[in-house]
């Protein structure tokens, strides 16, 4: 019964989306602030990488908020498991040698990777979030191979709330230098060099410090209530 | 034929999206319900990004300077979809610090046995 009433709500609902779908056509031009972006970006704020200059640059008020959102999520996760009666933590089985060599072994060629990935936001693929992403799986892998050592969380929080200060921060000093928030007041450079897009590169380093620093602390919270 | 080769990727995103819709529906256990939780959001986001789809289009990187802008796909739906895949994770781990409390209060996560929620 209730198989075939949510086969029919989702019949009605495939029927509406091909209905308003049929008339756009796929692989074509459909937005003109797109192609703004894509013809003027790289004038206007310096980084190779429109995906980051959107992100970062045009829309970086948005993007404090999505880090916000992020911090929000993190602290929830934090306060509901904080709730839980500790249980009594079991034996844990330790790992076999060849896992735990090669944890040992690759987790600095992890953070590595990722603070590659993040310094490199405004050139190549890639940016803070998904920096910080590797980052976290690095801490993962810590976990799961060598599950004695445990990451100092007040590190991490200090990082955290380091790494929002100095989004906040930038943000702020180009409301004094130029009237706005978020301007990006230093110089731009040369396009495809490290050193350039002005206030890009510090934001991302920024966001992928927080982010890796975030996602390693849901990973402790998540992995300590389930021992 | 012409219909599949062209509407193939919408078809594949609003596959995942409805296989999503339908365990969120049908399934009793939290677990399945918030893997089709996110099942959903890779479907939504896939058609995100390939709404942006040009054809023949490269990536809106600058790599070298021969690169004609006028082939790039669109940057602003992979923007978007950048934030979308973090604020998924947020909502995946929220999800299952949730999941984490309803067991340990109820000790099952069958939602038809769990008391005044029945539907």
């Known amino acids: 019964m209730r198989k075939i009433f949510s086969l029919i709500i989702l019949g009605i609902l495939a029927f509406g989306i091909w209905y308003s779908l049929k008339n756009i056509p796929f692989a074509t031009h459909k937005t003109k602030v797109g192609k703004y972006y894509v013809y003027k970006g790289i004038k206007e704020t310096g980084a190779t990488n429109i995906v980051t200059s959107v992100v970062v640059n045009y829309r970086g008020f948005d993007t404090l908020g999505e880090v916000t959102v992020l911090f929000i999520a993190a602290i929830g996760l934090g306060a509901i498991l904080a709730t839980r009666k500790k249980k009594k933590r079991k034996e844990i089985e330790k790992p076999s040698l060849i896992l735990y060599t090669g944890c040992y072994l690759l987790f600095p060629l992890i953070l590595l990777f990722g603070a590659y990935i993040f310094i490199h936001g405004h050139l190549t693929p890639g940016g803070g979030f998904q920096g910080g992403a590797i980052i976290a799986s690095a801490f993962l892998l810590r976990y799961l191979g060598c599950p004695e050592r445990k990451i100092n969380r007040k590190a991490s929080d200090a990082t955290e709330s380091l790494g929002g200060l100095i989004f906040v921060l930038l943000g702020l000093l180009g409301l004094i230098v130029g009237g706005y928030f978020l301007l990006n007041f230093l110089p731009k450079g040369v396009p495809n060099l490290l050193f350039s897009a002005g206030i890009i590169p510090i934001i991302y380093i920024a966001i992928g410090f927080k982010v890796g620093s975030e996602l390693a602390g849901v990973i402790d919270n998540l992995i300590e209530e389930s021992k | ?119």
């Open chain 2, 1 to 119: 034929m012409t219909f599949l080769y062209n509407y193939i990727y919408y078809i594949g995103c609003f596959g995942l999206v409805f296989i999503g819709l339908y365990i969120i529906l049908v399934k009793h256990n939290l677990i399945k319900i918030i893997i089709g939780l996110n099942i959903l959001d890779t479907g939504v986001n896939l058609f995100l990004i390939s709404i942006g789809y040009i054809k023949k289009g490269t990536a809106p990187i600058f790599s070298n300077p021969g690169i004609n802008p006028n082939r790039m796909v669109d940057p602003v739906p992979q923007a978007l979809v950048l934030t979308a895949i973090v604020i998924g994770v947020a909502v995946l781990a929220l999800a299952l610090s949730l999941a984490i409390m309803v067991y340990q209060h109820y000790g099952t996560l069958n939602l038809r046995k769990v008391k005044q929620q029945r539907w």
